[in-house]
């Protein structure tokens, strides 16, 4: 057993003393595997906030109702009584056009803005809740809701959603036809990296046969190298996405509290780091493996 460890030991630092020798060409590598990692992992994490962000809305869809500008109290109350007492209608809340003014200039960044209007353009609002919140069933509340007397337009809070899940649908597509490319060029990379190292050290490899070396024994440095390289790549595009979520939550911050919406990207998790390491030593481990045994053959 402690044969087997110290051969391993033996080879591991055989592996970092060829890495270190070359360090530009390997520090290049690395760079190439980190980019290839965390390019598709941060598109992924993007897509997966967007959809969190779609299934909120559809799970719970409301209807906006908006009344017309000329609509006078009598008209909000029929609208009121009519609501109240609909079968379809679970809850609704009013929110007159006078407290969504007062709700904008209380705003900062809209104050300015707000108090120049010489008069107010907001129409009073009803927001409501639909016992059947499938699609067939907001649709037919929808259309109800908007022939009534003074209801200028009916707006389905889902409707956004439904576009950006048929959006987000394609950029999945895409990043995932993007993440075989990468990982494509990743195996690439360690592949011919190993090459290198094993036919620069073509010398050491026919001593080493001269002896009785086995092809096991020959090989397990060069595995070493690419499992190296994969490792350094995963923590680099762990830290690439860690800077990645800093930087677009610093500026995502404001537009965020604008809309009153969570648009905050999450740190990565333990477990996204381990996958992310995970599949780096497995295609890393993989090109090595490819590299070394073919170029030991041709060797021979």
């Known amino acids: 057993m402690m ?73 909000v ?39 120049t209007l010489e008069h107010n353009p907001l129409p009073h609002t009803f927001i409501v809740r639909a016992r059947d919140s499938s699609p067939a069933g907001l649709e037919s509340l929808r259309k109800m809701v908007g022939s009534w007397s003074k209801v200028e337009r009916v707006q389905m809070d889902g409707e956004w959603a439904k576009r950006l899940a048929a959006l987000l649908g394609f950029f999945r597509h895409f990043t995932h036809g993007l993440a075989i490319a990468l990982a494509v060029a990743l195996v690439f990379i360690v592949f011919n990296t190993v090459r290198q190292q094993v036919l620069s050290a073509r010398d050491e490899i026919e001593v080493a046969h001269l002896i009785g ?52 990207l999450r740190p990565p998790t333990l477990e996204e780091c381990l996958l992310l390491a995970l599949v780096a030593l497995a295609l890393s481990w993989s090109a090595a493996f490819l590299s070394v045994s073919l170029t030991l053959k041709r060797l021979r």
């Open 77 to 115: 109350r029929a609208v009121w009584d009519a609501l109240a007492v609909h079968s379809e209608v679970l809850e609704f809340r009013y929110i007159s056009n006078t407290d969504a003014l007062a709700e904008l200039k209380a705003n900062p960044a809209l104050a300015d803005v707000v108090g």
């Open 3 to 75: 044969a087997w460890l110290h051969q391993h030991a033996s080879a591991g630092r055989l592996a970092l003393r060829r890495l270190v020798r070359n360090p530009f060409a390997n520090l290049l590598g690395v760079l190439v595997i980190a980019f290839a990692l965390s390019l598709p992992a941060g598109l992924y994490r993007l897509i997966n906030a967007a959809t969190l962000l779609g299934h909120d809305a559809l799970h719970d869809p409301r209807l906006t109702l908006f009344m017309a500008s000329d609509a006078d109290g009598a008209a």
């Open 213 to 264: 070396a086995t092809s096991r024994y020959i090989r397990r440095p060069f595995l070493y190298s690419g499992l190296l390289q994969g490792l350094m790549g995963a923590v680099l595009a762990f830290l690439l996405l860690q800077l990645g979520s800093h930087l677009f939550n610093k500026e995502v911050e404001p537009l965020g509290a604008l809309f009153s919406l969570d648009l905050q």
